[in-house]
Nanobody
């Protein structure tokens, strides 16, 4: 019933841009925060960004701040992650996730705050 579907991943050169999309359904979108996480092979899942749909607040990991932008189209229940100035270290599977109550602090946002997850979309940045 609850569905989060990512799209927009692909192969891009260093310095290029990509926009990821997350389509949400099956829950009250406006009550949630939507986060983006990524996971590279052999590495732990890393928080990238999140947005509170209810109040519009946005947050970014230091590694992507200034390069990535999270946004939403609430009427369409869509969340986007625009990624600019991509680097090889951005290569990962990117996941969107929804949480009803999440915390963002100096350590970022924890994956276990999120209730629903998409299947991920691969982003590969070539050097």
């Amino acid at each position: 019933e609850v569905q989060l579907v990512e799209s927009g991943g692909g192969l891009v050169q260093t310095g290029g841009s990509l926009r990821l999309s997350c389509a949400a359904s099956g829950f009250t979108f406006d009550d949630y925060a939507i986060g983006w996480f990524r996971q590279a092979p052999g590495k732990k899942r890393e928080w990238v960004s999140c947005k509170s749909i209810s109040d519009g607040s946005t947050y970014y990991a230091a590694s992507v701040k200034g390069r990535f932008t999270i946004s939403s189209d609430n009427a369409k229940k869509m969340v986007y992650l625009r990624m600019n100035s991509l680097k090889p270290e951005d290569t990962a599977v990117y996941y969107c996730a929804a949480g009803g109550i999440i915390t963002v602090d100096e350590n970022g946002s924890s994956w276990d705050d999120y209730d629903y997850w998409g299947q991920g979309t691969q982003v590969t940045v070539s050097s």
